[in-house]
């Protein structure tokens, strides 16, 4: 099929000579387990099928089956990686939907948890980019560095992963004066390290050679596809939540989407586009918690602070509301509807950013090699790239299993191919 | 059967993601790199599960990965371990009541050592594949 | 573009059949303009006509759509934004319909907006509606050879099919 208004390949035009390759699904690439096949004339792709679901839990079916501080911890499992994102957009929906105020230094300590955040999953994004192009080294550096994020982390909230920060009406645990040290020694050591990762990644020849031009996703395809995120901004949409409908703490600055513009680039839409604004992102992301933690306002943290009085005003709300916040990977977007007298949300939508992604694939693949795949894949960031198991079947009917190393080998080979 | 001498030496390890958040996944990938650092005791991911060892299971099991599952544990040679990391695939975890999850992982393959936690840090995943070593050794033929 | 452009763009296509339900404003930080989210309802027959008139004003950017299953009809939101790009400027969108559960069809906005597909291939699978002139309409998220409708309420609903619902804990208190 040939989309006329937009020149977009939705299907892929099949021939004589192509022949076609599943691939998956298990390889934690997505937040799901995910299903490609792809359609090669020789090592070209001329045509992309995804399926996914092989993660699919029925979040939304379990959710309206649970208490709303029961679908909060849920929620907080629908993404191990940007794991305050799904609370935060739940607790503002809900929020909307009820009329539960939030004070102001619980909007700064959610705002500042959600950038850390999106530190440690744009450099965990970098680490895994590394190495399916085949720099294990900078893998292992970056997550190395990553880690100081971590204990920051876990010294402000108590866990790694999951830090079951905010409720409805706020937050549950406090940033105390005695703590704010620490946040503040983690933030100098990023600002030192910033310049040298954007050096490793941004100036490196071969990671220039391996991602320029390769796989592109013009600014009318984003839009068209309604991209999101790092995804849509590494094409030139200059699309952000924090920009266009800022909410929490971003509603006192002003916050900028970055393009690749910022780094002196005009937008190609290609993986190395992608890296330029993560990485600038990391640099932003440090400048807003440092703003949120000069400014840190004083009050209470929680509007309403019994948990049984807050389930009996959840119980009694009625109404409808959305809620948006601005992940690591785009746009996640909570829609909820409560009934009063009954404790399930009647009807809940989650829609996490890669959902929004998942079609910008197919414009992004066509045109390249197999050895990009494990790149292109990674690209829009989709939580984890280890393409584990290609099962090739020529015209001729024989099959040939390759494992995830075989696909890596084929890439770093490419690498070495074009290093000389 | 005793484990061959080389198991203290070098164990490889196959993950397997059978519908989890990536919350383990990730802190199974952080206890390779330097801070952690599993291979400095041998223990190495491999991209095969015929080449592997232990499999580490996240994941409460949904309905198309069963029969995935089921096929890589039948692919791995033994003598293997299942280590199941994280609550979804323990119990269920957060997880109950749904039309796509047919877990948990014990439902599906024997399991020899379970890692609790959401997520387990990368410290208790070590310490769950050590043990599923020992679980070997006492063991004496795979389980 | 203020709601209140949004408001004429759409009232100017649709005329009297375009209902206001509501437009709210939230206001965040301590000093925060508002950011407003806007609630209109159309009829099902103009829906295209509403999704043409929003994709000819500014490039609109959907979400996704969300549903609620009322029994006799269930109700769809098609959450749109509009406006990105510049500070406060977009306005989120949601444009209801409603589609009679007796005949469950919707036309397809995706020859429009190619970025709905997934959102269209999604209602399909867990509501079972017939989207028209979709082009393709296979399951996506759930398994090829699911029948049942899990967002559904009543008999094409997964409740029905009570061993296909797993229990993984077994709550002593509760009852199964």
């Not at chain 1, 009625?318 to 399930?344: K, N, Q, S, T, W």
């Not at chain 1, 998942?358 to 992004?364: E, T």
């Not at chain 3, 509606?129 to 996506?140: A, E």
Request: glycine content about 8%; some cysteine.
């Amino acid at each position: 099929m040939h989309n006329e208004r937009i020149n977009i390949q939705l299907d892929g035009g099949k021939s004589e000579m192509t022949y076609s390759i599943p691939i998956g699904p298990t390889h934690p690439a997505l937040k799901e387990p995910i299903r490609f096949s792809f359609e090669l004339e020789g090592e070209r792709i001329v045509g992309v099928d995804i399926k996914p679901g092989f993660a699919h839990r029925g979040i939304e079916y379990m959710g309206m089956r649970r208490n709303l501080i029961q679908t909060l911890y849920l929620s907080e499992r629908i993404c191990g990686i940007c794991s305050i994102s799904h609370p935060l957009a739940l607790t503002q929906a809900v929020e909307h939907a009820a009329g539960i105020e939030v004070p102001p230094r619980a909007q700064a300590i959610r705002t500042i948890i959600g950038e850390l955040e999106r530190i440690h999953s744009h450099i965990l994004w970098a680490g895994v980019g590394a190495h399916e192009l085949g720099f294990d080294t900078l893998l292992h550096l970056s997550w190395n560095v990553r880690e100081k994020v971590m204990d920051l982390l876990e010294q402000l909230t108590g866990n790694r992963v999951d830090y079951a920060i905010p409720i409805y009406g706020g937050v549950r645990r406090d940033i105390p004066e005695e703590k704010a040290h620490l946040a503040y020694e983690a933030l100098d050591y990023y600002k030192r390290l910033l310049g040298d990762m954007i050096d490793a990644f941004l100036h490196d020849k071969s990671v220039e050679m391996r991602t320029k031009n390769v796989g592109v996703l013009t600014y009318d395809e984003a839009v068209a596809l309604c991209a999101v995120g790092p995804t849509a901004r590494a094409s030139g949409v200059n699309r952000d939540v924090r920009q266009d409908w800022p909410y929490y703490t971003f509603a006192d600055m002003q916050i900028q989407a970055i393009t690749p513009r910022d780094f002196g680039r005009e937008p190609v839409g290609d993986v190395y586009d992608n890296i330029i604004v993560r990485l600038l992102e990391v640099g932003q992301a440090i400048d807003i918690i440092e703003h949120c933690m000069e400014h840190m306002p004083s009050g209470e943290l929680m509007s309403i602070p019994k948990v049984p009085a807050l389930l009996a005003a959840l119980k009694k709300a009625e109404g409808e509301g959305i809620g948006r916040h601005e992940a690591p990977r785009g746009e996640v977007f909570h829609y909820i509807r409560l009934e009063a007298d009954v404790e399930e949300p009647v009807a809940w939508k989650v829609r996490a950013p890669t959902y929004g992604n998942l079609m910008s694939w197919v414009p992004k693949f066509l045109g390249d090699e197999i050895a990009d795949i494990p790149i292109i894949a990674a690209s829009i960031d989709p939580c984890m790239c280890c393409m584990d198991r290609v099962h090739f079947v020529t015209r001729a009917g024989d099959r040939s299993t390759q494992w995830k190393q075989e696909l890596v080998r084929r890439s770093r080979e490419k690498t070495r191919r074009m290093c000389g | 059967m005793a484990l061959p001498r080389s198991f203290k030496r070098a164990l490889w390890v196959f993950h397997v993601a059978t519908g989890s958040c990536n919350g383990c996944d990730i802190e199974i990938v952080a206890a390779l790199t330097p801070r952690y650092d599993t291979e400095r005791f041998g223990i190495m991911l491999t991209g095969t599960p015929r080449h592997a060892d232990v499999l580490l299971v996240t994941g409460p099991v949904t309905r198309p990965m069963l029969p995935r599952l089921k096929r890589i544990y039948e692919q791995t040679p033994d003598p293997k371990a299942v280590v199941v990391v994280g609550g979804c695939g323990s119990t269920g975890g957060v997880f109950y009541e749904s039309y796509n999850i047919v877990g948990p992982v014990d439902e599906v393959v024997p399991v020899a050592v379970y890692v609790p936690g959401c997520p387990p840090r990368p410290e208790a995943i070590i310490d769950g594949v050590v043990k599923a070593v020992a679980a070997l050794e006492t063991a004496g033929v795979s389980r | 573009m203020t709601s209140d452009e949004l408001l004429a763009v759409l009232s100017g296509k649709l005329g009297g059949e375009l209902t206001v339900l509501r437009s709210v404003e939230h206001r965040h930080g301590e000093a925060g303009r508002p950011i407003v989210d806007l609630w209109v309802e159309v009829p099902l027959a103009r829906l295209r006509d509403a999704v043409a008139a929003l994709c000819d004003a500014s490039p609109p950017h959907i979400t996704v759509i969300s549903g609620d299953d009322l029994g006799d009809r269930i109700i769809l939101n098609y959450h749109f934004s509009v406006g990105w790009g510049t500070h406060y400027g977009e306005v989120a969108l949601i444009l209801r319909t409603s589609v009679p559960t007796d005949n469950l069809t919707i036309p397809t906005i995706s020859d429009l907006l190619p970025g709905a597909l997934t959102a269209e291939r999604e209602k399909h699978e867990f509501y079972g509606i017939t989207v028209d002139g979709i082009p393709d309409d296979r399951n996506l998220f759930l398994p090829e050879d699911m029948t049942i409708h899990p967002w559904r309420k009543d008999e094409a609903s997964v409740q029905r099919t009570t061993s296909m619902v797993k229990r993984l804990v077994k709550w002593e208190t509760r009852d199964a």
